[in-house]
């Protein structure tokens, strides 16, 4: 069976007692098929994320921010599923004085910026992430 966009939004409106925040187009496809596979769609088990994956893109969080861009960040924590609440706070401060520094001198580039941020932030804290992250796994 062969589906259209127009078919799963016809589906979606029959069904408006159940709230829908699907992540992807593979799950709001799903959603119309039988109802096994709208099950298997939504409730399986992808690879499981170690600490040190989390830790990497967590810190991959915490350099885009030196750039003073939020979109990249927001895009990166949807597509992962990852999102630290202390790194998120670092984030906020990051970006406020990514764009101070590209304001006050525009002749700096991104990667003087980028370092300038960085050591900045070395200077103000030892961990700009969760403290569960130093668990081993």
């Known amino acids: 069976m062969q589906l259209h966009i127009g078919h799963v939004v016809l589906e979606l409106f029959r ?5 829908i925040i699907l992540n992807n187009l593979k799950k709001l496809v799903m959603l119309v098929s039988t109802p096994t596979a709208r099950y298997h769609a939504l409730h399986e088990v992808g690879t ?3 600490v040190e ?4 893109n967590i810190t991959m ?8 861009v939020e979109k990249p960040i927001s895009d990166l924590q949807m597509e ?3 999102k630290d609440k202390v790194a998120s706070h670092w984030i906020e401060k990051l970006l406020e004085r990514a764009r101070s520094l ?4 525009l002749a700096m580039t991104a990667d003087e910026v980028l370092k300038q941020c960085v ?4 200077t103000v804290t030892d961990e700009p992430y969760s403290c569960l992250l130093n668990v081993p796994s």
């Open 102 to 105: 590209k304001s006050s001198n």
């Open 53 to 56: 994956k989390t830790w990497a």
């Open 15 to 19: 069904q408006p007692s159940r709230p």
């Open 61 to 68: 969080q915490l350099h885009l921010a030196s750039f003073g």
């Open 119 to 122: 050591e900045w932030l070395a």
């Open 48 to 50: 499981p994320w170690t």
């Open 80 to 82: 992962t599923g990852i």
